[in-house]
Nanobody, 124 residues
Framework: QVQLVESGGGLVQAGDSLRLSCIFS????????MAWFRQAPGKERDFVAH????????NYADSVKDRFTISRDNAKNTLYLQMNSLKPEDTAVYYC?????????????????WGQGTQVTVSS
């Protein structure tokens, strides 16, 4: 089955940048649409960004548009999230997710595999 492992989180100051990575294994990565979601304490897990299979089409939540960039390297089986101009409200656990078909969705119910999450904390 699909396995996902995120990395790259940490503690940063407002205005800083981070790049999250998610390594995919178990199936053919290029066949799967992928996404990033995030969950702040006491809140629902929310959509951040998605990318289609094999890549080239992306979509973002309004709150991160023009600051975050999702990308994928199918040769390395890796999904990325470049996060710039970070804000305290970006503080959350970030999860990567794999859909069971090439067309992505903002609905987390569409995703069949999830990573364990990586913590991002942005101080003001």
């Amino acid at each position: 089955q699909v396995q996902l492992v995120e990395s790259g989180g940490g503690l940063v100051q407002a205005g800083d940048s981070l790049r999250l990575s998610c390594i995919f294994s178990g199936r053919t990565f290029s066949n799967y649409a992928m996404a990033w979601f995030r969950q702040a304490p006491g809140k629902e897990r929310d959509f951040v960004a998605h990318i289609n299979s094999p890549g080239g089409r992306t979509n973002y939540a309004d709150s991160v548009k023009d600051r975050f960039t999702i990308s994928r390297d199918n040769a390395k089986n890796t999904l990325y999230l470049q996060m710039n101009s970070l804000k305290p409200e970006d503080t959350a656990v970030y999860y990567c997710a794999a859909a069971s078909w090439p067309i992505p969705s903002t609905n987390k119910a569409s995703y069949v595999a999830w990573g364990q999450g990586t913590q991002v904390t942005v101080s003001s």
